[in-house]
């Protein structure tokens, strides 16, 4: 599949998209422990399916400006960008490009909440930009299920939290 640029988003742009997904669990986990499994990146796929590979492509330390490749499923590619990083508290992405079709732009924004003893609350935000009318009725049609299974994603990474997973430090891929 072709990889081409995406229209530019912002943080403020992820909760205003025309496609907004949002969930929320609470996993009985520490935030930086959690925090640390979503810069994991050989732990994206046992949690989100779709993922087959996530690849950091900038030197640590991470923050905004933050690169990273994802492949998925279907041979779908996509270049982040990452648009917020608060250690612990949040982390928030931008396709800068992707082979993903009839999609414009597509986004996320992980934010975790501490709530003491040992628990955080991450609320998951899946923005999407259709590119075409096919594209934006197919999502008006299938949204509720999206927030089902992308519901279904987050219900994994509890599971993986909670239990026995250990996180390993990011390993970095410079291209060039």
């Known amino acids: 599949m072709k990889i081409t640029p995406c229209k530019h988003k912002n943080l403020s742009d992820l909760h205003t998209a025309p496609v907004l997904v949002k969930n929320s669990i609470e996993i009985d986990c520490s935030a930086a422990h959690l925090f640390a499994i979503l810069e994991d990146g050989p732990a994206w796929p046992l949690w989100a399916s779709s993922l087959t590979d996530v690849t950091w492509t900038s030197p640590k330390p991470f923050g905004m400006g933050t690169t990273r490749k994802v492949a998925m499923s279907g041979g779908i590619v996509g270049v982040e960008e990452f648009v917020a990083w608060q250690t ?59 927030g089902f299974f992308l519901g279904g994603f987050l219900k994994k990474l509890k599971t993986l939290s909670e239990g026995d997973y250990q996180p390993q430090p990011a390993v970095v891929k410079l291209e060039g």
């Open 88 to 146: 612990d508290k949040q982390m928030a992405f931008c396709f800068t490009e992707s082979s993903m079709p009839n999609m414009e732009a597509f986004g996320e924004d992980y934010q975790l909440e501490s709530l003491g003893d040992n628990k955080v609350r991450l609320t998951w935000y899946a923005a999407f930009w259709p590119s075409n009318i096919i594209a934006k009725l197919s999502f008006a049609l299938f949204k509720p299920f999206m």
